[in-house]
């Protein structure tokens, strides 16, 4: 099981921008498809970006399209979600997760380890 630490979360003003890290450890990285999620407060956990092992092919939510750019650097085990023009509807806790399953990339069941999250708080 790949231990998953994100990091670069924080409080910004609408507008703004963020860059998130995960950072993983513990268990191969480098051949699977890496994602990220989000959840605010009583709302389900929902897809943001995910990105393919070799880098290839990245998906994003329709919510985030133009807005959030996901890249990784398999030789520093680390996956990025830069986050610009952030709104208030962007505030939640960010999730990155690794994908095991054969099913869609944009589930939640599809994804085996996560992260403990880190908080996006954007401010009007």
């Known amino acids: 099981q790949v231990q998953l630490v994100e990091s670069g979360g924080g409080l910004v003003q609408a507008g703004g921008s963020l860059r998130l890290s995960c950072a993983a450890s513990?268990?191969?990285?480098?051949?699977?498809?890496m994602g990220w999620f989000r959840q605010a407060p009583g709302k389900e956990r929902e897809f943001v970006a995910a990105i393919s092992a070799s880098t290839s092919t990245i998906f994003y939510g329709d919510s985030v399209k133009g807005r959030f750019t996901i890249s990784r650097d398999n030789a520093k085990n680390t996956v990025y979600l830069q986050m610009n023009a952030l709104k208030p509807a962007d505030t939640a806790m960010y999730y990155c997760?690794?994908?095991?399953?054969?099913?869609?990339?944009?589930?939640?069941?599809?994804?085996?380890?996560w992260g403990q999250g880190t908080q996006v708080t954007v401010s009007s």
């Open positions: 513990g268990g191969t990285f480098d051949i699977y498809r």
């Open positions: 997760a690794r994908k095991r399953g054969y099913g869609s990339t944009y589930s939640v069941q599809e994804y085996d380890s």
